[in-house]
């Protein structure tokens, strides 16, 4: 296969794609969601190809011993058993060697039967240095310069395979993240080969702007990709290094991928309507936007509350918005339904690790990566009163799951903070951490237990979706009021938030603690066990409210409208051509 028969109009670019639970090319949300939006796309039937890397060591595989202390493992697979062999192919020059790639192709397929097709670049060919090789292996894994190469291939490569297979008119390049900010300088020397010019004129830059969307998903520079210039220069060459200082996208001896993205895109959004408002803070010279998450609501959606809304809201599956309807279901078939899947997560968790967790018994959810920020200790910040909590109000049990990055010390001290944490509660309090967590067990969890909950330093939550694929499943969140839950937090309608509303208030982690414990002792607790239809409420609400919002199939109309194809629709809405 050379070509694609419908020619595509976007080309989306993520470092990670969460494609399939057997395929470990992602890491956490930044992949689950460059997979749902595909998924999306494909059921929308938009005309667009995905390019990444084929990671074919995974992230890593997670072991974690009696006392929570991380240790990893690569997480190999065949890219031959789950994907298909490309004919294009590209090269990069790293280091002033040449460095080819090949392609393997995942079809993401719609309800249509319309395919996204995704190319995965794989640098593991015997051409290639030994060193080489491994580019593709490891996702964010090695050191500066390895996540440097990475980067180019995945921008620059993507981009000469995307020529090779005959894509050459593509109207809009999306950025997922900073990772793939290449794509800008290999889009810009295209245009000075039209011209045979040295030097990138206005109008040149101009060009690139035009095709390139850019969506940024980190709200702290700290998480900004900076490389040095030197390491620039020594893995790109003099020449690109040169190109990049012209055009004005490197700056004090370092180059910072984030920037680069800004400088070289026409459409540039934050990922939640705070978040967009604080990107803005960190770059007040650039218009930022605001396309809150979603999640592609059939993937999350359990089989049970499949089997619900399909005969209550046929339409759900074509058209999300219709779960707006499911605040006609009776609250005896929500409970129903949701019985069915806490069924389905106790009897997973206990082939899983031979733990028996009791259907019963109010159940949370924390599963998300392993981040200091993130915070998966709050809960524990008294011990003693939470166990009170737990003795007047009612038992509860608490399942965590979430990977710390191999280098990341305070993430793996915040995974054994939780382990010691839960020796320290008595024993109306159960605890259980799953060890390599991912899409497959993410399914059982957002949909089996009762609560979500979620505990970010403010603002350092861009958007968050675990809540919003919990909510689809009729499963009401408590969460600190960051990221999307800003916007999907109605107090006792859909969930309950943690702290204040004021997002500009000052982080005080005491008063949230307060906060937290006040909720669960006066307002979850007896609420889940005294009026059991009441809570039923709150849960048929987070689905109707919610899950009929916060999907990747508004999320992705969106981008249509505002950012890749803005001139046409509004054409066609004044009756154009």
């Known amino acids: 296969m050379t070509s694609i028969q419908t020619p595509a109009k976007v080309a989306y670019f993520s470092m990670e794609i969460a494609l399939d639970p057997s395929i470990p090319t992602y890491s956490g949300g930044l992949g689950i969601l460059a997979g749902d ?49 490309v004919n294009g192919s590209a090269e990069v020059a790293i280091e002033g060697r040449t460095v080819h790639l090949r392609a393997w192709r995942f079809d993401v397929v719609g309800m249509s039967g319309h395919t996204v097709p995704v190319y995965l670049l794989d640098a593991d060919l015997p051409e290639n240095d030994a060193w080489d ?25 993507g981009v000469s395979l995307l020529r090779s297979l005959g894509l050459a008119h593509l109207e809009n390049y999306h950025m997922n993240e900073g990772h793939s900010s290449f794509l800008t300088l290999a889009l810009l020397e295209e245009q000075l080969q039209l011209h045979n010019a040295a030097f990138p004129a206005d109008a040149d830059i101009e060009a690139v702007r035009r095709q390139c969307i850019f969506t940024t998903h980190t709200p702290v520079p700290a998480g ?37 993205a800004l400088r070289l895109s026409h459409y540039i959004n934050g990922v939640a309507m ?23 609501a059939v993937t999350w959606t359990s089989p049970p509350f499949q089997d619900l809304y399909d005969r209550h809201i046929p339409e759900w599956r074509r058209d999300n918005a219709y779960l707006r309807y499911a605040v006609g279901i009776s609250l005896e078939e929500i409970h129903e339904a949701h ?149 999907g937090c109605f107090e006792d309608v859909t969930g309950w ?3 204040h509303r004021d997002p500009n208030g000052r982080e005080d982690s005491r008063a949230e603690i307060e906060s937290l414990y006040q909720k669960l002792e006066e307002k979850i607790i007896p609420l889940f066990y ?46 154009g051509a």
Not at 133 to 157: F, K, V
Not at 409 to 428: P, S, T, W, Y
């Open 274 to 296: 705070r978040h967009g408002e604080v990107s803005h803070g960190i770059f007040p010279r650039y218009p930022i936007h605001a396309i809150t998450n979603g999640v592609h």
């Open 224 to 260: 900004f990709d900076k490389f040095p210039l030197d390491l620039v220069r020594r893995v790109l060459g003099e020449t690109r290094a040169t190109l990049l200082e012209q055009a004005g996208c490197s700056r004090e001896g370092s180059l910072n991928m984030t920037s680069l």
């Open 530 to 575: 005294q009026h059991p239809d009441a809570y039923a409420e709150v849960m048929r609400s987070a689905i109707a409210v919610n899950g009929s919002f916060f999907n990747t199939q508004r999320m992705l109309v969106q981008y249509e409208t505002n950012a890749y194809f803005p001139e046409t629709l509004t054409r066609t809405a004044r009756g």
């Open 37 to 85: 939006m595909l998924r999306s796309a494909a059921d929308l039937e938009l005309s667009m190809v995905a390019v990444t890397l084929v990671h074919r060591k995974g992230y890593f595989r997670q072991r974690l011993d009696n006392q929570g202390n991380q240790t990893e493992e690569p997480d190999s697979w065949d890219p031959k058993t789950w994907l298909q062999p």
């Open 339 to 487: 019985a069915r899947a806490k069924a389905a997560l106790v009897e997973e968790l206990k082939q899983r690790t031979g733990v028996s967790l009791e259907e019963s018994m109010l159940t949370f959810g924390f599963a998300r990566r392993a981040a200091a920020y993130k915070r998966a200790d709050l809960l524990f910040s008294d011990p003693q009163r939470l166990s009170a909590i737990a003795k007047k109000a009612g038992p509860f049990q608490i399942i965590f799951g979430g990977k710390a990055h191999p280098k990341d010390v305070e993430g793996k001290a915040l995974i054994r903070r939780v382990f010691e944490a839960a020796g320290q509660v008595d024993h109306n309090i159960r605890v259980v951490y799953l060890e390599n967590y991912d899409m497959a067990m993410a399914r059982f969890i957002i949909s089996g237990v009762d609560l979500w909950l979620n505990t970010p330093q403010r603002p350092q939550e861009a958007s968050g979706t675990s809540g919003m694929k919990a909510a689809l499943n009729g499963v009401p969140s408590l969460s600190v009021l960051d990221g999307w839950w800003i916007e």
């Open 497 to 499: 938030a943690i702290g």
């Open 133 to 157: 090789r491994t580019l593709t292996d490891t996702l964010y894994g090695g050191d500066t310069r390895y996540r440097l190469c990475q980067e180019a291939l995945l921008g620059i490569g």
